[in-house]
């Protein structure tokens, strides 16, 4: 794996110390939010332990409802296999339209003149500019509490390399406030307690709705 096949994807290959993995409260009341988040993150986090690996190789995939092998994936991986093993929601082609219709509304980073469906939703600035034209961005905030099960938190990681996490309903133990994330930053798909870890750099809410 090089660093270049990472920023392909503009994601990082990042390990979290275990004190951190480990550290955490019994669920949230269910009452506080729809149930559709907790569905959200029951599926993220089904794929603890199925997806051991972080592997950011540039991959050919069906088209629609691709995916790479189940064992393996970046951060995006997890938003998206969440999405459609909770809703039938099919990320990749709902970018991959919205691209195509608006090319111009998204980034322009890699240089590409035309839409990549095997990529453009597995990057992270495409999917905040997606999630932002649905009309689901909320503020980027320094309090917990503005963090509810099922939100997608955007970070900014060491190297200016960009990250996603969907926001658990268990939270730290060391700041019983504070939610943990489901995200993929290294080792696999992970809980762990790093929303604050990282720089915060977009908020969403996305209701499969």
């Not at 060391?174 to 994330?181: D, G, S």
């Amino acid at each position: 794996m090089t660093r270049r096949s990472a920023l392909q994807l503009g994601l990082l290959f990042l390990a979290v110390p275990d004190a951190v993995a480990r550290k955490a409260t019994p669920a949230m009341a269910k009452s506080a939010t729809p149930d559709w988040t907790f569905r959200l993150v029951d599926a993220a986090r089904g794929q603890i332990g199925v997806t051991t690996l972080y592997d950011p190789t540039y991959t050919r995939i069906p088209y629609p409802g691709g995916d790479v092998a189940q064992d393996r994936g970046v951060c995006t991986d997890v938003v998206i296999r969440a999405y459609r093993h909770a809703f039938r929601l099919d990320l990749q082609k709902l970018v991959h339209e919205d691209m195509l219709a608006n090319f111009a509304a998204y980034p322009k980073a890699w240089g590409l003149k035309s839409t990549d469906p095997n990529i453009d939703h597995r990057r992270v600035p495409n999917l905040a500019v997606f999630f932002e034209r649905r009309g689901a961005s909320l503020a980027v905030s320094d309090d917990s509490a503005d963090y509810q099960p099922g939100d997608l938190v955007t970070q900014m990681l060491p190297g200016n390399l960009t990250h996603i996490a969907i926001v658990s309903t268990n939270r730290s133990v060391e700041a019983p406030e504070r939610p943990l994330v489901i995200h993929n930053i290294g080792q696999g798909a992970r809980e762990e307690d790093t929303l604050f870890v990282f720089r915060r750099t977009g908020h969403f809410r996305f209701a499969p709705i």
